[in-house]
Nanobody, 122 residues
Framework: QVQLVESGGGSVQSGGSLRLSCAAS?????MGWFRQAPGQEREGVAV???????IVANSVKGRFTVSQNNAINTVWLQMNSLKPEDTAMYYC???????????????????WGQGTQVTVSS
């Protein structure tokens, strides 16, 4: 099991930016970000594998970027041009053994962080 610790959430006005960080306690073959708004299902936002291949949800493409530093088992989510509909709890996710060739369903994710809140006001 991989322990994941997120940071970087907060409140921002529409059009603003935030950068989320997630540090893993051990090697993971794939890591990424999900989000869950109140009353909605958790959804994949962006994932990246050890080789640097990224998959980004259409709803955030062109605004959000996922990146990593393999040496320190850390991934980031740079969020620009934020919109009120981006308001959600954001969760870091990881899989020690499998690549994610697509945005996985939440039930396919073995390891989760505790979440960090992102609130975008209009």
């Amino acid at each position: 099991q991989v322990q994941l610790v997120e940071s970087g959430g907060g409140s921002v006005q529409s059009g603003g930016s935030l950068r989320l960080s997630c540090a893993a306690s051990a090697y993971a073959r794939a890591m990424g970000w999900f989000r869950q708004a109140p009353g909605q299902e958790r959804e994949g936002v962006a994932v990246i594998d050890r080789g640097g291949t990224t998959i980004v949800a259409n709803s955030v493409k062109g605004r959000f970027t996922v990146s990593q530093n393999n040496a320190i088992n850390t991934v980031w989510l740079q969020m620009n041009s934020l919109k009120p509909e981006d308001t959600a709890m954001y969760y870091c996710a990881a899989d020690r053994s499998r690549r994610w060739l697509y945005l996985p369903q939440p039930g396919q994710v073995p390891d989760w962080g505790q979440g960090t809140q992102v609130t975008v006001s209009s």
